[in-house]
């Protein structure tokens, strides 16, 4: 820990939200602004956002300085906008992340938070599965077998022995984050398990939370065969990757472009050597940093 009172970045991916971000927004900045005693900042990152979510933030914004956004017209996916937003963990001893529907109320994150100021881990997650988590509205009963499915999958290839690695809550230490920042490549929502694993391999310690949780209609995420292909073709990519095979794959890649085109997913991420933002953001005040601006 970095000072007695840690700073704290938020950041929230947001994809057409006008209806769910607004009183979000509000909760967390009052409730932070209120308890947290260090820094507070948050981050919303959007992405081909065909609706008001731009406009709703900049509301929120006019209320609140410590919110800022930045905006990527490209379809970059969840984890693309997480991978984007975590470029600014230099502004912050820590940073975290929530969905933007309020699935996670800022007690929940907060729980999250202290976690890390009390102790010297460096990452801490939300469980909905661990013994004491409190979940209010359950997810579809076909939402929750592709879940667990994709549970089974990801203990089978990774053997993390983390219950819940989708909760969209986690908070990390800038350091961790900075560390496995060039290890972040998968921009769909199995990115949970890329940002975990990389954790894990780089010597991190990882503590599930268990969290209060509800799940909110009006979900973005489309669960069919498609999206479950997706997932397991990431899955399988992020095995790979940790595979003393990879380096010969290289060729494959064109393959593994269509692959994501015909699955409509996002493609993995491209680093292109040091992460910009990162720079940029060690060298200059904040609002000259990209965030509020379309880059
Ligand atoms: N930036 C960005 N955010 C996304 C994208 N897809 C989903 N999200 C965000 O990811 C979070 C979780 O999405 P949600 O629809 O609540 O998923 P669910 O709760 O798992 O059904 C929300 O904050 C969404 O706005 C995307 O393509 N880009
Ligand atoms: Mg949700």
């Not at 993390?160 to 929502?189: N, P, S, W, Y």
């Not at 310690?205 to 949780?213: F, G």
């Amino acid at each position: 820990m970095s000072s007695a009172q840690p700073s704290l970045l938020l950041l929230i991916p947001a994809y057409n939200e006008e209806n769910r971000i607004g009183p979000v927004l509000e909760e967390y900045a009052r409730y932070f602004g209120r308890t947290h005693a260090g820094r507070f900042q948050m981050v919303v990152v959007l992405n081909g956002c065909r609706d008001n979510t731009l406009g709703v933030v900049q509301a929120a914004a006019a209320r609140h300085p410590f919110i800022r956004h930045l905006d990527f017209p490209a379809p970059i996916g969840k984890g693309g906008a997480l991978i984007e937003g975590l470029k600014l963990a230099p502004l912050a001893d820590l940073i975290g992340y929530v969905d933007a529907d309020g699935a996670t109320p800022p007690v929940a994150f907060h729980d999250l938070v202290r976690c890390l100021e009390e102790s010297n881990i460096a990452c801490a997650i939300a469980s909905r599965w661990l013994p004491g988590a409190v979940v209010h509205h359950f997810q579809p009963e076909n939402r929750r077998f592709a879940s667990r499915l994709f549970h089974l999958f990801v203990e089978l290839f990774f053997q993390m022995g983390i219950l819940d690695t989708q909760c969209g809550a986690k908070v990390m230490r800038r350091r961790a984050v900075e560390a496995v920042h060039e290890r972040l490549t998968l921009a769909d929502l199995a990115f949970d398990v890329n940002l975990l694993f990389s954790l894990r391999r780089a010597g991190f310690t990882v503590r599930e939370i268990p969290t209060e949780w509800s799940d909110k209609s009006g979900s973005k995420v489309v669960f069919n065969l498609r999206t479950s292909l997706n997932m397991l073709l990431s899955l399988v990519r992020l095995r790979l990757i940790y595979s003393p095979f990879y380096r010969w794959l290289g060729p494959l890649r064109p393959i593994e472009a269509w692959l994501y085109r015909q699955l409509r997913a996002p493609q993995p991420f491209r680093h292109s050597g040091v992460p910009e933002a990162i720079q940029r953001t060690e060298d200059r005040e904040p609002d000259r940093s990209g965030i509020n601006r379309s880059p």
